[in-house]
Each structure stands twice: as structure tokens, then as C-alpha cells.
């Protein structure tokens, strides 16, 4: 399989649809709404995939959303994260997943083959920090009010598909902003990432080795979208980026500004709710049970503990 072979995964794969998608609401989102669904039993989700809780495989989790961290100091940590799995795979031992979870510090990354044609910058005066990774895709922004997802996967968990990884990425994303925002969000062919419209609000870029997938996803939610203008996101050029929040205050592409209408939620509630809501359809996409850990534990590694 080629893609299993090249060991990464370009955000321009083909995005077929997925005969189980739920159709997402149609109507507009309201504060109350967005507050209240939280708690809302959705059937047609938990008939594709829940199960008995104590089925599940057991995914420990660094929360750090709150925070803001250097980027520079997370790619280290899924680094040495997927370096620990791998020895646990050849020791034979179990591999459970991991999941972190938290907002950057301004920058741009650029995946394996990104061009720097997509910059609106001169690298030696860029107005943030700027990384080459090995991950899939093209130039991206991460900031503050970007709620980001690394999953650190053992696929041998789940499944074998480096197509269905992508997809399920996509459609946690999907869910959040649909069951808890009420927003119409989908795929566009042909384009990886979830869309309203024509804006992206979601960018995802993985690797993957050894059927160890990492990196991940992130999700526009209060972010300032105007470091998006520096660059050619995701190297589409006839495509808006969009966020929650401007969303919800009915502001329809990146350049709009202006004051949130009266009765929506404020940055910090909209934030708290995006990431209870992601770290729930997270667990229910891969059928995990989540355990929190330490920040020690994520900095040092529990074999030093």
C-alpha cells in the first residue's frame, strides 16, 4: 500500500464520503443551544459507535489546553512518545494511545514537501517562529484560541487504514461542531480538513510510521485569524479560513471584525466548551476511555518517574 510505505500523509488526499456521516443540523446556532448540548444524548451517534465503557481501551491524556505551549516543546514530546511505543512494540507489550491536548504559541509549520512559495513573508524577517516538520501538508498557522489534538495512535489498536485515520480525524471535528455548535460543517472532495462553506476551520496533518500515527488536528475556536493572511493556509488560494467565534457571530469570512453579538458565549466559555466537546468525540470515535496524567509525566517520561 503506498501510503503505508512513504510513512506520512499529504492534507491534499482524496476525502471520499463516509456512507455513516450524520447530516449536520441546518439551522442557525444559538447560545443556549450551544450551552445545553453538551448534555444531549445523540442517538444516531452513539448507534455508530458506542459500546460498553468497560470494553474500551484505555488512552491516557495530557490536557494542557489551558496553556499555551511552545511548539517546538510538544513536537518533542510526541517524538519521544512514539519512540517509547515502538520499544513497547518490540518488547511485545501492550501500546495504548495517548492524546495531547493544548493552544500554541504563535507560529507557522510547514509539512514534509511544503512549498515556501505559499509564504507572504521573507523567512529571515517572518513575523513568528517558523517550523519544517515531518508531517503531511502544507503551510499552516497554530495561535492562541486554536484548541490543537495530537493523538500519539497505535493503529494496530484500530484500524489499519491510513484513509479511515484521516476520515475519523475529520469527522470528530465534524461532530463537535455540529451536535454542540449547531454549525452545517462537512468535507469538500478532494481536501482534507472540515469546512462551512468555503472557510476551513479545521487543518490536519499526520504521519505516520510504523503504524504509529502522530501530529494531528486543529480547530479554529476564538482564534485571530489575521496571521492566516501571511500565508496561503493549507496552500489553497481560492479558500477562506473561518473559526467558531465568527461564526457564531455571524461573520462569514476571516477578514471581518467587530464585536460578538449580545447572548453568545465569550472566548473562555467558547474554548471550555469546544474542548469538553472534542475530548468527548474523541473517546467515542476510537472507543477509548480516557485517563488523565501529569504534566510531569508528559515532560520527563514515566520511565523516570
Given at each position: 500500500m503506498v501510503l503505508a510505505l512513504t510513512h506520512y500523509v499529504s492534507s491534499n488526499l482524496l476525502c471520499p464520503t463516509h456512507d455513516q456521516?450524520?447530516?449536520?443540523?441546518?439551522?442557525?446556532?444559538?447560545?443556549?443551544?450551544?450551552?445545553?448540548?453538551?448534555?444531549?444524548?445523540?442517538?444516531?451517534?452513539?448507534?455508530?459507535?458506542?459500546?460498553?465503557?468497560?470494553?474500551?481501551?484505555?488512552?491516557?491524556?495530557?490536557?494542557?489546553?489551558?496553556?499555551?505551549?511552545?511548539?517546538?516543546?510538544?513536537?518533542?514530546?510526541?517524538?519521544?512518545?512514539?519512540?517509547?511505543?515502538?520499544?513497547?512494540?518490540q518488547r511485545n507489550e501492550d501500546c495504548p494511545d495517548t492524546l495531547i491536548v493544548l493552544q500554541h504559541n504563535p507560529v507557522y509549520t510547514l509539512g514534509t514537501s511544503s512549498s515556501e512559495n505559499f509564504l507572504n513573508f521573507d523567512l529571515k524577517n517572518a513575523p513568528f517562529e517558523v517550523h519544517r516538520t515531518e508531517r503531511g501538508g502544507e503551510v499552516t498557522y497554530h495561535g492562541p484560541g486554536q484548541l490543537v489534538m495530537y493523538p500519539i495512535i497505535n493503529l494496530r489498536n484500530h484500524k489499519m487504514d491510513l484513509h479511515w485515520y484521516l476520515r475519523a480525524l475529520e469527522e470528530i471535528v465534524i461532530r463537535v461542531l455540529t451536535n454542540t455548535f449547531s454549525i452545517k460543517a462537512s468535507r469538500l472532495e478532494g481536501l482534507t480538513g472540515v469546512w462551512v462553506d468555503n472557510q476551513k476551520l479545521a487543518a490536519i496533518g499526520i504521519r505516520v510510521t510504523q503504524w504509529i500515527a502522530y501530529h494531528g488536528l486543529a480547530l479554529n475556536v476564538t482564534t485571530d485569524l489575521t496571521p492566516f493572511d501571511w500565508i496561503v493556509p493549507c496552500g489553497i488560494r481560492d479558500r477562506k479560513v473561518g473559526s467558531i467565534k465568527n461564526l457564531l457571530a455571524g461573520f462569514p469570512s476571516s477578514s471581518d471584525c467587530g464585536e460578538a453579538n449580545v447572548g453568545h458565549p465569550n472566548d473562555s466559555q467558547l474554548l471550555n466548551i469546544a474542548h469538553e466537546s472534542l475530548i468527548k468525540e474523541f473517546s467515542e470515535m476510537f472507543q477509548l476511555r480516557i485517563h488523565h496524567k501529569t504534566i510531569s509525566e508528559l515532560e520527563f517520561g514515566k520511565e523516570n518517574l
Open positions: 456521516l450524520r447530516k449536520p443540523h441546518q439551522h442557525r446556532p444559538s447560545f443556549s443551544k450551544v450551552l445545553s448540548t453538551l448534555n444531549r444524548v445523540d442517538f444516531d451517534t452513539q448507534k455508530l459507535t458506542s459500546q460498553n465503557p468497560s470494553t474500551r481501551q484505555d488512552c491516557e491524556c495530557f490536557d494542557l489546553y489551558k496553556e499555551l505551549i511552545p511548539y517546538g516543546k510538544a513536537w518533542s514530546w510526541q517524538k519521544r512518545l512514539v519512540n517509547e511505543k515502538k520499544n513497547m512494540i
